[in-house]
């Protein structure tokens, strides 16, 4: 922690700055956000919150092509937010049990509730 910072605003600085993160976790975290900076990879992530499903209908629920939602599912799989599982010749894909996605999809839900003040609501299209 710094001694003495270049302007004095009187405010207490010492003990936010003694448990603030270290700048490899800051990282960690932006990658995370950088993993959900697009609408579509967020949108196949609820999904996989609320169910268990195989590429074939995640394309068909999000209207995109398989190799598009393969895409997506690689990228969210290496970032350890989803897992899959095969049976045959089929592979399915659900949200890895973990408490970082349970909080994650928790946050994108109230995001939504929050800025999206038509979603929920009984005249909503």
Known sequence: ???NLPHDHG???EHAFD???AVEDFATVSDLFKQM???VRVRIFWLLCHCEECVINLSAMVGMSSPAVSHHLKQLKAGGLIVSRREGKEVYY???DTAPVRLLHHMIEDLV???CPNYGHPDAP
């Open 94 to 96: 659900r949200a890895a």
């Open 37 to 39: 900076g697009d609408p």
């Open 11 to 13: 405010q207490a600085f």
């Open 113 to 115: 509730a929050i800025t």
């Open 1 to 3: 922690m710094p001694s």
């Open 19 to 21: 448990h603030m993160p």
